[in-house]
């Protein structure tokens, strides 16, 4: 497909938008903690976008692969929101309140039974972190990732999972041949800018 | 650990194998589309905050 007349040509560095209802889905596609966190609070500004983007998932019958990583992430961000809604900007300060206990177990729980919900939906691969330590060194080493970023991406690749779905610009330091970004349009920027040079 | 993919040097990463990974595998609980498309409605309808959840109250960088 060509350009548009008169504007240039879009490099997409293997970035793409979520937004996109043509985006393919290739099969398996991973999941990052922020795009799940996103789809499951109807709070959070890109619910609406991910939670449909999950369903076409979902239909397409892809099999999901997560870090396990996931749902630990997803639990403090339960106990996280509890402290927040309670304590505003002095949450981290809280963490050991006893107050805090009941509501942290109640959103937990809800979160969790969310997760399980949205997992039974579709054919789940979960990676072990034991299974990929040496590969998440050398995404580190090799890229600069962050050592949670690297462990949720070596998981996927190491899956054989072409692309990544998240809202995390840090997946994007990792040259696109290795795995695609899925992302919202407001970091498609911001990713393209982060790719390597020199790798495609 | 034999099972373990092994990391290469280049940077390229060595995916898990055939039998490693259907190990790993977790078939859908749902089988029918409608059954999907509730699974899904359950776990995205009704769960709320009121503040703004950020990468930094989940994952440290």
């Given at each position: ?173 990792l040259p696109?041949s290795l795995l ?21 | ?61």
């Amino acid at each position: 497909m060509s350009p548009p007349g008169g504007r240039r040509l879009v490099v997409t560095r293997g970035v793409f938008a979520i937004e996109d209802q043509e985006l393919l889905l290739p099969d398996p596609i991973a999941l990052d903690t922020s795009f799940v966190v996103e789809a499951l609070l109807t709070t959070q500004p890109l619910h609406g976008v991910c939670s449909a983007l999950f369903n076409r998932i979902g239909e397409s019958d892809a099999t999901v692969v997560t870090s396990d990583l996931l749902a630990l992430e997803l639990a403090e961000s339960a106990f996280a929101i509890t402290l927040k809604e309670r304590w505003g900007g002095r949450w981290r300060g809280h963490r050991t309140d006893g107050r805090s206990r009941r509501p942290v177990t109640q959103r937990l729980n809800h979160t969790v039974t969310r997760y399980e919900a949205l997992l039974s939906s579709v054919t789940h691969l979960p990676i072990p972190v034991r299974r990929i330590i040496t590969e998440a060194r050398v995404l580190m080493s090799d890229y600069g990732l962050a050592s949670y970023d690297a462990a949720h991406a070596a998981g996927a690749i190491a899956a054989g999972a072409k692309a990544m779905i998240t809202l995390d610009t840090g997946f994007a330091l990792l040259p696109a041949s290795l795995l695609t970004v899925y992302t919202d349009r407001s970091r498609l920027a911001s990713c393209r800018k982060k790719r390597p040079r020199g790798q495609r | 650990m034999a099972s373990m993919a092994k990391a290469q040097s280049n940077g390229k990463i060595k995916r898990l194998s055939s039998e490693e990974l259907a190990e790993l595998l977790v078939p859908a609980v749902c089988k029918t589309p409608a059954e999907k498309r509730a699974a899904i409605k359950r776990a995205t309808t009704g769960l709320r905050a009121n503040v703004r959840v950020t990468r930094d109250m989940y994952r440290p960088r």
